[in-house]
């Protein structure tokens, strides 16, 4: 860096370098006021100054021609491949899924992972191979400050509380439906209020701190539903429904990644508008990031899938 005069760089700046470029490549005024928008006598003290900074007419008349002088004629290759360079730099990058390389950090809560993740993964072992995905376990209350830290690139889940500095954008709705065994407990194909409030409930954090949604809804109805048990997993639930005549309320979308095979009966809920909304939220530096944008494409198409999957329960 020592070599580099930089009170002598300062003096030019992008514009009198297009403009030069201009100059020496019409060797015209009027054609290089034509190409840069600009009048003649504008361009005329752009050349008088440029003489001045690079010390060499550049442009001598010959006739009615103007004539690139020898200090011109070497420097204008050089000058062509520094605004090639300088408006490579100012372009975006080609995004290339498939020469990705490192990981991206999507927080969700367990529910979602299963729900979510395994085509997730699929999909970008097609198109990203290089990409790990890195699915991480975070309260909701903790996403925010994670996402400013960089401590992860993205966030799904319910989100209420996170304030608007966030960008997020909505996934889909996913309804309540009431989970048991029927082995265990016989319920109505549908439940109204007063149906699901009778049987004892089992309980776990998901998507955020949405249980209170469900409260709620009793609590408009004058009814209260008993808790006999609560789990921090998920996949406690087809263990604690097998053993119990109990019932569980989760979002529909767990429906393809725990009721499947599990032996549990859905019966969907009267009140098809209790439901909660699952969001993809970042940081709104990466608004513009590639990766970004193409790591939510594949989740709206996913979430489009399981939407239509779920409409039929």
């Given at each position: 860096?020592?070599?580099?005069?930089?009170l002598?760089?300062?003096?030019?700046d992008?514009n009198?370098?297009?403009?030069?470029?201009?100059?020496?490549?019409?060797?015209?005024?009027?054609?290089s006021?034509?190409?840069l928008?600009?009048?003649?006598p504008?361009?005329?003290?752009?050349?008088?100054k440029l003489?001045?900074?690079?010390?060499?007419p550049?442009?001598?008349?010959?006739?009615?021609?103007?004539?690139?002088?020898?200090?011109?004629?070497?420097?204008l290759?050089?000058?062509?491949?520094w605004l090639q360079?300088a408006?490579?730099?100012?372009?975006?990058?080609?995004?290339?899924?498939?020469?990705?390389?490192?990981?991206?950090r999507?927080?969700m809560?367990?529910?979602?992972?299963?729900a979510?993740l395994?085509?997730?993964?699929?999909s970008?072992?097609?198109?990203?191979p290089?990409?790990?995905l890195?699915?991480?376990a975070?309260?909701?209350?903790?996403?925010?400050e994670a996402l400013a830290?960089?401590?992860?690139?993205?966030?799904?889940?319910?989100f209420p509380?996170?304030?608007?500095r966030?960008?997020?954008?909505?996934?889909?709705?996913s309804?309540f439906?009431?989970?048991?065994?029927?082995a265990r407990?016989t319920?109505?194909?549908?439940?109204?209020?007063?149906?699901?409030?009778?049987p004892?409930?089992?309980?776990?954090?998901?998507?955020?701190?949405?249980?209170?949604l469900?409260?709620d809804?009793?609590?408009?109805?004058?009814?209260?539903?008993?808790?006999?048990?609560?789990?921090?997993s998920?996949?406690?639930?087809?263990?604690?429904?097998?053993?119990?005549?109990?019932?569980?309320?989760?979002?529909?979308?767990i429906?393809e990644?725990?009721?499947?095979g599990?032996g549990?009966r859905?019966s969907?809920?009267?009140?098809?508008?209790l439901?909660?909304?699952?969001?993809?939220?970042?940081?709104?530096?990466g608004?513009?990031?590639?990766?970004?944008l193409?790591?939510?494409?594949?989740?709206?198409?996913?979430?489009?899938?399981?939407?239509?999957?779920?409409v039929?329960i």
């Amino acid at each position: 860096m020592d070599n580099i005069d930089v009170l002598r760089l300062r003096r030019l700046d992008l514009n009198s370098l297009a403009a030069l470029h201009a100059l020496l490549s019409t060797r015209s005024v009027s054609q290089s006021a034509e190409r840069l928008c600009l009048g003649q006598p504008a361009v005329s003290h752009i050349l008088k100054k440029l003489r001045q900074q690079c010390g060499d007419p550049l442009l001598c008349r010959y006739g009615r021609r103007l004539e690139r002088t020898p200090f011109a004629d070497a420097l204008l290759p050089r000058l062509e491949a520094w605004l090639q360079e300088a408006q490579r730099l100012l372009d975006a990058p080609v995004f290339d899924p498939a020469g990705l390389e490192g990981v991206y950090r999507l927080a969700m809560p367990d529910l979602l992972e299963a729900a979510l993740l395994p085509e997730l993964i699929a999909s970008l072992q097609t198109q990203a191979p290089g990409l790990r995905l890195e699915g991480m376990a975070m309260p909701a209350a903790a996403v925010e400050e994670a996402l400013a830290a960089g401590k992860i690139d993205g966030a799904i889940g319910h989100f209420p509380a996170l304030s608007g500095r966030l960008s997020r954008q909505l996934l889909f709705h996913s309804r309540f439906v009431c989970l048991h065994h029927p082995a265990r407990l016989t319920l109505p194909a549908r439940l109204d209020a007063q149906q699901l409030a009778e049987p004892p409930h089992v309980y776990t954090s998901y998507a955020g701190n949405s249980a209170s949604l469900v409260d709620d809804y009793l609590r408009g109805h004058g009814l209260e539903r008993r808790v006999i048990a609560s789990t921090a997993s998920l996949l406690a639930i087809p263990l604690l429904l097998a053993r119990l005549p109990a019932v569980a309320v989760l979002p529909d979308l767990i429906v393809e990644a725990l009721g499947s095979g599990a032996g549990l009966r859905i019966s969907p809920l009267d009140d098809a508008g209790l439901s909660i909304a699952v969001e993809h939220v970042w940081h709104p530096r990466g608004d513009s990031d590639a990766l970004r944008l193409f790591i939510h494409r594949l989740l709206w198409e996913q979430t489009r899938r399981l939407a239509a999957v779920l409409v039929k329960i």
